[in-house]
């Protein structure tokens, strides 16, 4: 029997899972975690969302199976200085795409990236950028990600 899987924009009473779902999502792909650490940074994750997810500066899709949340996907709504080929300025950021491992390989982060992108079209949102991990790379690709033209330099301060 197939599990059904339905999906839902986030909103402010969904804070726990959105920060449960970050969580975990690090917990995979970043190392360092302390018990320290997890609690401070539960704690940052769930101010942003509940300034972020109210304002429209994060939209944010979950999966759910049987009542319990199965991925989801945030993209963060950026405001940059105008230019010729953004006149509106806004550019997203994909972030935290992750679907538990029980449910992989069913096409849901596929499903949250398509809706992602309508809402893109829906704000006028020409540029999308994300960093990809080595098991979604070929899932952006496909939707056709490409790595950028200019050279991307990062400054890190601490």
């Given at each position: 029997?197939?599990?059904t899987?339905t999906?839902k924009r986030?909103?402010e009473?969904?804070?726990?899972?959105?920060?449960?779902?970050?969580?975990?999502?690090?917990?995979?792909?970043?190392?360092g975690?302390?018990?320290e650490?997890?609690?401070?940074?539960r704690?940052?994750?769930?101010?942003?969302?509940?300034e972020?997810?109210?304002?429209?500066?994060?939209?944010?899709?979950?999966?759910?199976?049987?009542?319990?949340?199965?991925?989801?996907?945030g993209?963060?709504?950026?405001?940059h200085?105008?230019?010729?080929?953004?006149?509106?300025?806004?550019?997203?950021?994909?972030?935290?795409?992750?679907?538990?491992?029980?449910?992989?390989?069913?096409?849901i982060?596929?499903?949250?990236m398509r809706?992602?992108?309508?809402?893109?079209?829906?704000l006028?949102?020409r540029?999308?950028?994300?960093?990809?991990?080595?098991?979604?790379?070929?899932?952006?690709?496909k939707l056709?990600?490409?790595?950028?033209?200019d050279?991307y330099?990062e400054?890190a301060?601490?």
């Amino acid at each position: 029997m197939k599990t059904t899987i339905t999906f839902k924009r986030a909103n402010e009473t969904d804070l726990e899972t959105l920060v449960d779902q970050r969580i975990a999502f690090l917990k995979e792909y970043q190392s360092g975690a302390t018990p320290e650490k997890e609690l401070d940074l539960r704690r940052a994750v769930k101010e942003y969302y509940a300034e972020a997810i109210p304002s429209r500066h994060c939209i944010y899709w979950l999966a759910e199976s049987e009542g319990k949340s199965v991925g989801g996907a945030g993209m963060a709504i950026r405001r940059h200085a105008p230019q010729y080929v953004l006149i509106n300025g806004l550019t997203a950021y994909v972030f935290n795409v992750y679907t538990c491992p029980e449910f992989r390989g069913q096409g849901i982060a596929k499903e949250i990236m398509r809706r992602l992108m309508e809402e893109t079209k829906r704000l006028e949102i020409r540029r999308v950028e994300l960093h990809a991990t080595e098991m979604g790379r070929p899932l952006y690709e496909k939707l056709g990600f490409k790595p950028p033209k200019d050279i991307y330099l990062e400054w890190a301060n601490g």
